[in-house]
Nanobody
């Protein structure tokens, strides 16, 4: 059973940085992709970016490209979402998720989810 545990959210001012972590257990390497999503209350879950555990580059939504960076440490295993130049519109609950569709940006392709971590960017 894949389990994902996030940490690292919080409150930051506009232009600041935060790093989210996603600790994985339960055979994560059999799942090809680790995705990051975010959700604002009352809105649909939005794809932020993803990475494959086996290798390859990370991929990002246009809204965060150049500001956010996804990385992984296969030895732990853990994935990270480094968020720089944060804007108030980045405020959301952020989730990491595991799926078998490399490169997918669809939430439906990720059957396993972390509990979510609140990120609030003040103006």
């Amino acid at each position: 059973q894949v389990q994902l545990t996030e940490s690292g959210g919080g409150l930051v001012q506009t232009g600041g940085s935060l790093r989210l972590s996603c600790a994985a257990s339960g055979g994560i390497f059999s799942w090809y992709a680790l995705g990051w999503f975010r959700q604002v209350l009352g809105k649909e879950r939005e794809f932020v970016g993803g990475i494959q555990w086996a290798g390859g580059s990370a991929y990002y939504a246009d809204s965060v490209k150049g500001r956010f960076t996804i990385s992984r440490d296969n030895a732990i295993p853990k994935a990270y979402l480094q968020m720089n130049s944060l804007k108030p519109e980045d405020t959301a609950v952020y989730f990491c998720a595991a799926g078998r569709q490399p490169g997918s940006s669809r939430a439906a392709d990720y059957p396993y989810w972390g509990q979510g971590s609140q990120v609030t960017v003040s103006s």
